[in-house]
């Protein structure tokens, strides 16, 4: 969809900020450019839709040379995000949005059905906010509109320069969220500027690491964090990156299903017979409809043999499981905090699917180190 061709940025006072650039950014990714300040992330970005000049090679946009395109045409056809959100003060969320739409003639029907379209998928109400002006919006609001307004005319490419960067870490980050499930439903070619690397291993199909105006290495997320090219990379990235690939990793790639339980209603006997057959020291309890209740272990068995809910240790499921779609270093961050060496897995409804286990992130943790530092 978009092809750096050895593309050269130079400024009249002779400063290079991209130098010799080649690279493809795929169909329906998100390409994550980063690097140390100054490094030409940004002026590379700007250069695809022409709000920088290019001074040699060649940007092709849908396999043509960008320069080819009016300047009118290729920009509508190239959402915009940025940092600032840049959204106009004196226009409604609708107007906002509506802004490249109508410059492509659209009727107003269509205008309208477009905004309350996309404010949904944004998170946003539209009868609530769609004539509301910006300033009568939070930061992470604001910052929604600006990306519903990057989609107003479902451009198939779409360059967000540090979209996120102004607002604060909990809205930062459920935004990231909530737009990777946008991505998953809407498959734009995306450019990503950050200048924040757990961002891009979040954020990124792909991964540049420039320095200096030249592209260092250019690898997914986890070939990256595994076999950083040289002492640069492995620095930028930090001395923690065998956790950050945990990152990567969801625990339903990784959890154990047959995992032992009992229903509310079963007995203590039940529930020795359940623990012996598995050779583990405790099971999981679940109601009627496979929703966890909490645990129980051998000494709560001993100290209430009648009973299996005296014997029984009670949790919500959201205190004491994870998420089968949380990341394995979530999953990890959990157990050190409850002190959990098995950590039961529950879906959406808080139903037992698996367990996973503290040795088998350990062990994952200590196998990528081992292939990092070989790599290496």
């Not at 995000?81 to 107003?108: D, K, S, Y």
């Not at 040289?230 to 959890?255: I, S």
């Amino acid at each position: 969809m978009i092809e750096f061709q050895n593309v050269v940025k130079q400024f009249p006072d002779g400063f290079r900020a991209v130098n010799g650039l080649s690279l493809t950014v795929h169909d329906g990714e998100i390409t994550v450019f980063i690097g140390p300040s100054g490094c030409g992330k940004t002026t590379s970005m700007r250069m695809v839709n022409r709000l920088l000049s290019i001074t040699e090679g060649r940007i092709l946009v849908e396999g043509r040379d960008n320069r080819d395109y009016p300047a009118e045409e290729l920009r509508r056809k190239i959402g915009y995000a940025i940092q600032q959100i840049g959204l106009f003060p004196h226009m409604t969320v609708l107007q906002n949005i509506a802004v490249v739409p109508r410059l492509l003639g659209w009727e107003e029907d269509r205008i309208r059905k477009r905004v309350d379209e996309l404010l949904e998928l944004v998170g946003l109400d539209p009868d609530v906010n769609r004539d509301k002006y910006p300033r009568q919006l939070s930061g992470g609001q604001q910052q929604r509109v600006g990306v519903a307004r990057a989609l107003g005319a479902d451009p198939p490419i779409m360059l967000m320069d540090e979209p996120f960067g102004a607002i604060d870490p909990i809205t930062r980050e459920v935004l990231q969220d909530e737009f990777l499930e946008i991505q998953k439903r809407i498959s734009k070619t995306i450019i990503f500027v950050t200048h924040d690397i757990d961002e891009a291993i979040k954020m990124g199909d792909r991964i540049a690491i420039l320095k200096d105006g030249s592209l260092v290495q250019y690898d997914t997320p986890d070939t990256l964090l595994a076999k950083p090219k040289n002492r640069f990379v492995r620095d930028f990235v930090g001395a923690d990156r065998q956790l950050k690939r945990l990152g990567l990793l969801r625990v339903r790639e990784l959890m154990t299903r047959d995992t032992p339980n009992v229903s509310l209603r079963a007995s203590t006997d039940d529930a020795r017979r359940a623990i012996e057959a598995a050779a583990v020291k405790s099971a999981f309890v679940v109601d009627e409809d496979g929703v966890l209740k909490g645990w129980v272990d051998r000494e709560g068995l001993r100290e209430n043999p009648d009973s299996l809910l005296d014997a029984m240790n009670e949790g919500d499921f959201r205190e004491i499981g994870v998420r089968q779609s949380a990341t394995a270093r979530e999953a990890l961050s959990a157990m050190v905090a409850r002190g959990f060496r098995i950590t039961p897995v529950v879906d959406e409804r808080g139903a037992l699917v698996g367990s996973i286990t503290l040795r088998a992130l350990q062990e994952l943790a200590d196998q990528g180190w081992v292939e990092g530092e070989q790599a290496s």
